[in-house]
């Protein structure tokens, strides 16, 4: 329904934008430079059937962060975007019994979700010093799904 698909991009897309905003305005004022690491989606470039308004969101989100890289680079901040695969939350939980998430993990090459510390330690890494050059960029953590050409009859070269 419209209501719905409104919901989905005004939460999922501008809540990114607000969220960006306010902390390039802060990181400007205190002049210090800076990192901000959105979190996006695999569904920013995989078209997922019956989730085009994330979908679409999630591309929004995507080249929002790649603008604002490019527009706050004068002011020596950083801005990267995160595409996290499928993670084991309590959110995940709420909406998928036991057998739906490990027949899920089937279908990634590693053969289990993601867990919410293995994203935590790439957004840290983003957000070091160890990371001053990176801007602009998306780093994907998904056990391999979103690699083009995977399914689970590619497996062992098949």
């Not at 390039?24 to 059937?49: C, D, E, F, L, R």
């Amino acid at each position: 329904d419209m209501e719905g698909f409104r919901r989905t991009i005004d939460v999922t897309m501008w809540g990114a934008f607000f969220g960006v905003r306010a902390a390039a305005t802060q990181m400007v004022k205190q002049g210090n430079g800076g990192s901000i690491v959105v979190i996006s989606s695999p569904h920013a470039v995989i078209a997922i059937p019956t989730s085009a308004a994330y979908n679409m969101a999630k591309a929004a989100i995507d080249h929002m962060s790649r603008t604002a890289a490019i527009e706050f680079a004068q002011h020596k901040i950083r801005v990267n975007t995160v595409h996290p695969g499928w993670i084991d939350t309590p959110g995940e939980r709420k909406f998928f019994t036991d057998e739906q998430l490990q027949a899920g993990a089937e279908n990634i090459p590693w053969k289990r979700l993601g867990m919410p510390n293995e994203v935590g330690k790439l957004v840290t890494f983003l957000s070091s010093s160890d990371a001053d050059y990176m801007t602009g960029g998306t780093s994907t953590i998904d056990g391999g799904i979103s690699l083009p050409w995977w399914s689970k009859r590619s497996e062992g070269g098949q």
